[in-house]
């Protein structure tokens, strides 16, 4: 595609409520990174995905958050049993190797939870 | 302390003014910098990315790294209104043993105001 796509563009969940984020990225890109930002704030790491290895989780905020990217191309972020806290915009971001390039970001799923 | 630290804000310069942005970063074995901007509601776009001590300028900006005082900052140089947005120093670990990644972290950014 022309770009990293995000969808939905906008989430609104019930507390307690899962929610499936997905991200395409620009095809043909090796890395695929997911960021939490909260308002106001910077964004900070939650994954990164070389293919479909799953090479770094350590910023997952805790065991309600899963990613997955099974065949190296389209992930998905899953929140299980969503909290106000996880309130924030996810952005997805994809490059070509991870190496020195920069990063192209989505536009980003605005998760609101009530 | 942070991974990454940005001078807080917001910073406001008249039109036509140097702006400048500085970051701070606790990892001395970090590699590769970067300057992203984000405007409200956007995603943020790369505009800058340095990765050996000294000055790069590219246009109106100028990116400077130092090392050895882990700091590394972004000036605007003729400031325009078009320039207001949030500016992002993000920082690049070592590679992960084997593989071309590296860990990018994001500082808080810096929210500028370039007013007529």
């Known amino acids: 595609g022309a770009g990293v796509s995000q969808s939905p563009r906008y989430k609104v969940a019930k507390r307690g409520q899962d929610v499936a984020l997905r991200c395409d990225p620009i095809s043909g890109h090796v890395s695929l990174f997911w960021y939490q930002q909260a308002l106001g704030q910077g964004p900070e790491f939650l994954t990164y995905f070389q293919n479909e290895a799953q090479l770094d989780k350590s910023g997952l905020p805790s065991d309600r958050f899963f990613a997955e990217r099974p065949e190296g191309s389209v992930s998905t972020l899953k929140i299980q049993r969503t909290q106000q806290e996880d309130s924030a915009v996810y952005l997805c971001a994809s490059s070509p190797t991870g190496g020195r390039e920069k990063l192209f970001f989505g536009s980003g799923t605005q998760l609101s939870v009530l | 302390q942070k991974e990454v630290e940005q001078n807080s804000g917001p910073l406001s310069v008249p039109e036509g003014a140097i702006a400048s942005l500085n970051c701070t970063y606790s990892?001395?074995?970090?590699?590769?910098f970067f300057w992203y901007r984000q405007y409200s509601g956007k995603s943020p776009e790369l505009i800058m990315s340095i990765y050996s001590n000294g000055d790069k300028e590219d246009g109106r900006f100028t990116a400077q790294l130092n090392k050895a005082s882990q700091y590394v900052s972004l000036l605007i140089r003729d400031s325009q209104p078009s320039d207001s947005a949030t500016y992002l120093c993000?920082?690049?670990?070592?590679?992960?043993?084997?593989?071309?990644?590296?860990?990018?972290?994001f500082g808080q950014g810096t929210i500028l105001t370039v007013h007529p």
């Open positions: 993000a920082v690049k670990g070592p590679r992960a043993g084997g593989t071309s990644y590296g860990k990018l972290t």
């Open positions: 990892d001395r074995v970090s590699q590769s």
